[in-house]
């Protein structure tokens, strides 16, 4: 009965190892490819952009100006939905005076191809690029900002180039570690066919970091944006926010503004710092 039990056991096991391994694409890249909602929506004007990666996809993407703007945000978005899904957070980036450019990985919305890690890198970079060869912004005026997996993927950017920032909000130390809190009761390093490591990407970023957590995001815990921050060089500044993982910008949407603007006028002061010096 035991050996029978312990071989039952060791199928059933097996079998769910292996279902995690062969769809993992599935549960980490949720892509929406109808965008039927623009800024148009929100009475904002922007500019449609198609962007031309490295590896020759095209990806779409909106280019959002806001008056008088300092600096300009490259947004890199969580693991689903798509643009479209983002209209709160470009509105609320719009209102505190910043330009921003977002934009659809590989096989989201109306942009070509089929997302993989590396893909998505390509992607970000590509969207870097087109501000600083078509729009002639630069570096130093662009801040890299990622929420949720767009966290790993604007840190892994920021470590690549030149920015003036680089803000993280809700995002994992590493997909290993992410898949260690999930299914702790399975050998996750064994079979993780990602790695998206943010502690190690943020470690090699030169430029100011802001982190954003919450302390009740119920999907990516707290203490990973507290060991984020931890790692991150100087200058840092961590923002602590309330709500849950997809709505935490919302709920404390006060403090996210305030925290925000204070941010921007530490990168101002900064920049105008490094003129004088400069000059």
């Not at 009761?185 to 430029?207: H, L, S």
């Not at 997809?246 to 925290?259: I, M, Q, R, T």
């Amino acid at each position: 009965m035991l050996l029978w039990a312990y071989l039952l056991f060791t199928i059933v096991y097996g079998g769910f190892g292996l279902m995690l391994y062969l769809l993992q694409s599935k549960f980490l890249y949720c892509p929406v490819r109808t965008v039927c909602y623009s800024p148009e929506e929100l009475g904002i004007a922007f500019e449609e952009v198609f962007l031309m990666t490295s590896d020759k996809l095209r990806l779409h993407g909106w280019y959002i100006p806001a008056p008088d703007a300092k600096f300009t945000l490259l947004f890199c978005h969580g693991n689903g939905g798509n643009i479209m899904h983002r209209l709160d957070s470009i509105q609320l980036f719009y209102d505190i005076g910043l330009n921003c450019l977002i934009f659809d990985y590989r096989g989201y919305g109306r942009s070509e191809g089929k997302p993989t890690e590396q893909g998505t890198y390509l992607d970000a970079m590509a969207a870097y690029e087109w501000l600083t060869n078509e729009k002639y912004i630069k570096p130093e005026d662009i801040i890299m900002f990622g929420r949720s997996l767009g966290g790993t993927i604007a840190a892994q950017l920021a470590g690549k180039v030149e920015a003036c920032a680089l803000v993280v909000e809700s995002a994992f130390t590493s997909y290993v570690a992410m898949g260690r809190k999930v299914y702790w009761y399975m050998p996750v390093r064994w079979f993780a066919r990602y790695r998206y490591d943010t502690m190690a990407f943020i470690k090699e970023v030169k430029c100011p970091v802001m982190i954003i957590h919450s302390a009740d995001d119920e999907i990516v815990p707290f203490e990973f944006g507290q060991q984020l921050y931890t790692a991150a060089n100087e200058p840092k500044e961590f923002l602590e926010i309330s709500g849950g993982h997809e709505d935490g910008f919302v709920v404390s949407s006060e403090a996210y503004k305030a925290g925000w603007l204070n941010w921007l006028k530490f990168l101002e002061k900064r920049k105008q710092l490094s003129r004088h010096v400069a000059s």
